[in-house]
């Protein structure tokens, strides 16, 4: 549905092109990941969708949580040197970009579904 879809691969090769700003952790202590700042923005906007759309079926909701896991997985896995360090305010600004451009693809989803 989503992660098989071409713009999911777009958005990885997107993804790919600014591992850059991956490449280096913040020298601030924090309290926060990489990791607890995607799966935060990850379920925030899942939560989002499923109250943009109250009458989703049950079983539609639950294929929608499955492909959000697989993003997390995706990420985690892409982000495999930098997902238990401290994310940068630039690291964070482009994750919010990135996972507000995947939630498009779930809403794109959900409309082909409905139609």
């Given at each position: 549905?989503?992660?098989?879809?071409?713009?999911?691969?777009?958005?990885?090769?997107?993804?790919?092109?600014?591992?850059?700003?991956?490449?280096?952790?913040?020298?601030?202590?924090?309290?926060?990941?990489?990791?607890?700042?995607?799966?935060?923005?990850?379920?925030t906007n899942l939560m989002a969708?499923?109250?943009?759309?109250?009458?989703?079926?049950?079983?539609?909701?639950?294929?929608?949580?499955?492909?959000?896991?697989r993003v997390v997985e995706d990420?985690?896995?892409?982000?495999?040197?930098?997902?238990?360090?401290?994310?940068?305010?630039?690291?964070?600004?482009?994750?919010?970009?990135?996972?507000?451009?995947?939630?498009?693809?779930?809403?794109?989803?959900?409309?082909?579904?409905?139609?």
């Amino acid at each position: 549905m989503v992660v098989e879809s071409e713009g999911y691969h777009a958005l990885i090769e997107y993804f790919t092109e600014h591992l850059s700003l991956f490449e280096r952790a913040s020298k601030d202590s924090c309290s926060e990941t990489v990791e607890d700042v995607v799966t935060d923005m990850i379920a925030t906007n899942l939560m989002a969708v499923f109250s943009q759309n109250p009458d989703l079926e049950a079983d539609f909701r639950f294929k929608l949580m499955q492909e959000a896991d697989r993003v997390v997985e995706d990420l985690s896995e892409v982000l495999a040197g930098a997902w238990r360090c401290c994310p940068t305010n630039e690291q964070i600004a482009f994750l919010e970009d990135y996972i507000g451009l995947v939630k498009n693809l779930f809403d794109s989803a959900i409309s082909l579904q409905e139609g």
